[in-house]
């Protein structure tokens, strides 16, 4: 399909859905505008606004976001959404991450096990970076992100802001949260331990005090906090 041999401006809300080939001299998300888009766009893109990424994007040309841009890349109950830019990508403005079910809290999303990596954006090229990155900050897990030659990438942590000492509901389903509905270290701890390798939790300040009394058991359930694999707290 050839939408225009020239560039299209959209200039307020536009979807573009399970695109196969929409061949495009130029295609330009203004300021103010919105651009839910999957599939594939053949032409160079230029995002002044917000791009929202549904799915897989596939640019086969080049991308360009200003300084007034947001980038918004989510994640289903499988996978996250993906960005892919065969030319050069121009980087400047937001990259925005988060999560179509709500609150990342490994229940309903698929990244819960700590230390995983995730692509979201590919390019073949790179100029610039993402001046902000922002990340949806609830649900025990947030991400460092690493932007390289040909990708940005997400790293997921265990985030514990909740200073209480209680048990992990389910140790093993990824998810560093008591029956109460707290993430607590200890909570992490026994979620780390249940996978194999390296995990990473991060501790917002605080003062965590050890409550549950208990001794003579190695999985971090009473007393002391059992770790039985590589961590960095």
């Known amino acids: 399909l050839q939408l225009n041999p020239g560039t299209t401006t959209i200039t307020s809300e536009a979807t573009i859905a399970n695109s196969e080939g929409l061949v495009l001299g130029g295609l330009e998300i203004a300021t103010d505008a919105t651009l839910h888009a999957s599939g594939s766009l053949f032409g160079e893109l230029v995002n002044r606004g917000t791009l929202d990424v549904d799915g897989e994007l596939l640019v086969v040309g080049g991308f360009t976001q200003t300084a007034t841009g947001r980038l918004l890349i989510g994640s289903s109950t499988t996978a996250f959404e993906t960005l892919e830019v065969f ?22 999303d698929f990244h819960a096990v700590s230390n995983s990596v995730h692509t979201v954006v590919t390019f073949g090229s790179r100029s610039g970076d993402f001046a902000t990155r922002t990340q949806d900050p609830a649900g025990g897990h947030r991400f460092v992100f690493s932007t390289d030659a040909d990708s940005v990438d997400l790293l997921t942590q265990l ?4 200073t209480s000492d209680e ?28 996978f194999a390798g390296h995990d990473t939790i991060v501790l917002a300040a605080g003062t965590y005090t050890l409550t549950i009394a208990g001794a003579n058991e190695d999985a971090a359930a009473t007393g002391d906090l059992d770790i039985t694999d590589d961590l960095t707290i």
């Open 167 to 194: 048990i992990d509901a389910v140790p093993g389903d990824g998810i560093a949260r008591a029956a109460s509905g707290v993430s607590s270290l200890r909570s992490a701890i026994i979620e780390a331990n249940a």
């Open 87 to 108: 030319g050069t990508a121009t980087l400047d403005g937001e990259l925005v991450v988060s999560s179509r079910n709500g609150p990342f809290d490994g229940a309903d």
């Open 159 to 162: 985030f514990i802001e909740n």
